[in-house]
């Protein structure tokens, strides 16, 4: 390696050497050759070496293994009087640019295997040594003494390393270059002489005093295996041809293309269409408001529904205004034939009186004067009668008996004088003993019902109006409520409206109480023919000891004397049902006709004993 190695002096001939064959050995150094055994000496140190840069406009000298550390370029060696240069035993060293050689210390100018193979001197940009340069002269003013000793050996690039140069680094193979790439070499040629150096052109000669800094370093791509070695200068670049597309990259970028388009169209309608529907949710739309509506539907309902029930029966519904005596009230009754007679509660009428008034509003709103026809408080039911109206459509009557505890039911009035007002619900219980009235301290007013009980809503303004099976038939007759206060009377005190326990009147005794209301004026009542104590807090209905009038408690020949029943007795079941006062023995005996019969258990001395009897009549008040 070239570590600023003195040249050759110029005056001296360059001898091309022959191609080696086989081992051959080097030529000793002059001193070493003059005094082969006196030991180790001392080597004059080169006066002017000077660093060798590549001539203007030239690119520098690939790096290999031959090239020089220390980032430094090779010197020159100068030719001979030809002009010829030396080149070593292997391949000829060549650069793209210039040829660059080290200086040998026999004078000749081997090439390393690092140069760009070729075998040519460049006759265009070839690097010259510095004219009358050589061994022995000193360094000429201004110019830049040399990095290293110079070698004393005078070891060849080939040769064995000298005693402090480092081995030289092994370069590993790489691919071929492309065609038309900057610094691409061709494969070297093994074993091959070097071609003879032609004398195309003169070499250059370096500057007198070269500027270190301004030298281009080499290009190295082995710097990284010597740390003493420069950065090599970056290589320019051929722009490499253009690369055409298939077909399928073409259609492969195509559908890209539209994937991305379509995902962009579809992102950008999202945003506009949110923007759009936050817009027009706060703002209530744009223009007139128009919200949707299902069409007109005059298609007619299930009769056995709620309000087939009630298209059915509202026709024959009426609302009563009563007044009279200084007193007035609101009552609902419903048609029973053709000819104008009309249901309704026996305190429904009573303001009215002997002289009152009474109104009928019916549901087509047409209103007709009524009287009295017949009314009986005992069992809480009065007959009124329209004239002069037309077109009356009657209820039909169901049967109370068929009734059970769950069915749905259908009560129609006018609540708070609210007509025609609708409300359901079920049969809670049946046969549930009540009174109502009692306003008179006599107790003529009082009426003994056997009643249903149901949940639908009854409220004041209820009273008289029907309660109605799935089948739009009359099962009942609205009479009392049970209220928050206590109070039976659903047109009097109890003025807290319903809460669910509601009673009507079966329609079996109504029917028959309208129909002899009808026939003559006033109801019978069935009757056992007793007097019974009231008082009595025991369980059952005790017979008094005496009766109301002052006459026997038994009436004499009567029903109850016929069957063995004495004063003190207790009457505990009637038909096998158990009775716990004397209410709900007149309750179960008003159930039946006059002339049905009746199986009583009778308790005496603490035992007990049945009876039947056939009930007698009474004319009712």
């Known amino acids: 390696m070239n570590q600023g190695k003195p040249g ?48 203007h406009g030239t690119a520098p000298a690939a790096a290999g293994p031959g090239a020089p550390d220390e980032g430094t370029a090779p010197l020159p060696a100068a030719d001979g009087a030809d002009g010829t240069v030396a080149l070593g035993p292997g391949t000829a060293a060549r650069t793209p640019a210039g040829a660059a050689a080290e200086t040998s210390g026999t004078g000749e100018h081997p090439v390393g295997p690092a140069a760009a193979q070729g075998g040519v001197s460049d006759a265009q940009g070839g690097l010259a ?59 070297p040629v093994m074993d091959a002489a070097p071609p003879p150096v032609t004398d195309a052109a003169p070499p250059v000669p370096a500057p007198a005093h070269p500027d270190p800094a301004a030298a281009t370093p080499a290009a190295d791509p082995w710097g990284r295996y010597d740390p003493w070695a420069a950065a090599a200068a970056a290589t320019p670049l051929q722009q490499a041809e253009p690369v055409l597309e298939g077909r399928e990259q073409r259609r492969g970028r195509t559908r890209r293309t539209l994937v991305a388009g379509a995902l962009l169209l579809a992102l950008v309608s ?22 949707p509506q299902a069409a007109r539907n005059d298609a007619g309902r299930d009769p056995g529904s709620v309000a087939g029930i009630a298209a059915q029966a509202l026709p024959s519904v009426v609302t009563l205004h009563v007044s009279g005596g200084g007193s007035a009230g609101t009552g609902t009754g419903f048609v029973l034939d053709e000819r104008g007679h009309i249901l309704t509660n026996d305190h429904v009428v009573q303001p009215a009186g002997d002289n009152g008034d009474i109104t009928v509003t019916f549901h087509s709103g047409d209103t007709a004067e009524a009287t009295v026809v017949g009314r009986d408080s005992g069992y809480d039911l009065a007959v009124v009668k329209v004239k002069g109206v037309r077109g009356l459509a009657p209820l039909p009557l169901g049967n ?38 009692g306003e008179k301290g006599d107790g003529s007013d009082v009426s003994y ?14 009273s008289g109006g029907p309660l109605l099976d799935t089948e739009g038939r009359v099962i009942g007759i609205n009479s009392a409520i049970r209220s928050a206060d206590g109070s039976d009377d659903p047109d009097g005190g109890g003025r807290a409206g319903s809460i669910g326990l509601g009673f009507a009147i079966p329609i079996n005794q109504g029917k028959r109480v309208a129909e002899e209301l009808i026939n003559t004026g006033k109801a019978t009542h069935p009757v056992i023919g007793v007097t ?16 109301s009038d002052g006459g026997p408690p038994v009436t004499t020949g009567g029903p109850g004397a016929r069957a063995g029943i004495k004063a003190g007795d207790v009457i505990t079941e009637v038909d096998g049902r158990r009775v716990h006062s004397g209410e709900e023995l007149i309750v179960k005996t008003r159930a039946h006709r006059p002339g049905d019969r009746l199986e009583l258990t009778v308790e005496r001395d603490g035992k007990e004993r049945k009876v039947s009897l056939v009930l007698g009549s009474s004319g009712g008040g």
Do not use: C, K
């Open 532 to 547: 019974l104590d009231m008082e009595y807090g025991g369980d059952g209905a005790r017979v008094a000891a005496e009766g």
């Open 270 to 291: 999202g945003g506009v269409g949110g923007v759009v529907g936050a817009h027009l949710e706060r703002n209530g739309g744009i223009g007139t408001v128009e919200l």
């Open 449 to 462: 019902v056997d009643a249903l009980q149901t949940d639908a809503p009854i409220n004041p303004g209820n």
């Open 8 to 55: 050759p002096p110029a005056d001296e001939p360059t001898v091309r050497p022959e191609a080696p064959e086989g081992d051959f050995e080097l030529p000793l150094p002059a001193a070493r050759a003059a005094a082969p055994d006196e030991g180790d000496y001392e080597l004059e140190r080169p006066q002017s070496p000077a660093p060798a840069l590549p001539a």
């Open 129 to 187: 040594s510095e004219a009358g340069a050589g061994a022995g002269a000193g360094p000429a003013e201004g110019q830049v003494r040399p990095l290293h000793d110079p070698d004393p050996y005078s070891t060849p690039p080939y040769g064995e390393p000298g005693p402090w140069a480092p081995a030289p680094p092994v370069q590993h193979p790489g691919n071929t270059p492309a065609h038309g790439v900057p610094g691409a070499a061709p494969p």
């Open 400 to 437: 109370s008996d068929n009734a059970r505890v769950g069915d749905p039911v259908v009560a129609i009035g006018a609540p708070f004088d609210l007509a025609g007002t609708v409300t359901s619900g079920i049969i809670s219980a049946r046969e549930r003993p009540i009174t109502a009235g």
